[in-house]
């Protein structure tokens, strides 16, 4: 059973820093495409980043520049680190996981099988 846990959400204040990271279990993350994707209320789910198998990193044009999405194969993690943040990068963060090995294309929510609970950033100004 693949089971995906993410942690390091929290509140602060814009132009700070966070960084999230997601644990997997009954899944090898470094042969995957995994993804972050993010909600905030009354909006449709959005990607954030992801990396693929081959370590090819993909972002939105909104976080480009300021997120970094990595991989710790040892601990069977992701992270998204998180800089310059800004009161529109609210949201619940989602951790998703694929069974393709390339990200490439992989840009909608249904590509990705397995998801975590999510944890909240909140960004004030």
């Known amino acids: 059973q693949v089971q995906l846990v993410e942690s390091g959400g929290g509140s602060l204040q814009s132009g700070g820093s966070l960084g999230l990271s997601c644990a997997a279990s009954?899944?090898?993350?470094?042969?995957?495409?995994v993804a972050w994707f993010r909600q905030a209320p009354g909006k449709e789910r959005e990607r954030v980043a992801r990396?693929?198998?081959?370590?090819?990193?993909y972002y939105s044009d909104s976080v480009k520049g300021r997120f970094t999405i990595s991989r710790d194969n040892a601990q069977n993690t992701i992270q998204l680190q998180m800089n310059s943040l800004k009161p529109e990068d609210t949201a619940m963060y989602f951790c998703?996981?694929?069974?393709?090995?390339?990200?490439?294309?992989?840009?909608?929510?249904?590509?990705?099988?397995?998801w975590g609970q999510g944890t909240q950033v909140t960004v004030s100004s």
């Open positions: 009954g899944y090898t993350l470094s042969r995957y495409c």
């Open positions: 990396i693929g198998s081959e370590d090819t990193r």
């Open positions: 998703a996981a694929s069974e393709y090995y390339s990200c490439n294309s992989k840009t909608r929510s249904t590509d990705y099988k397995y």
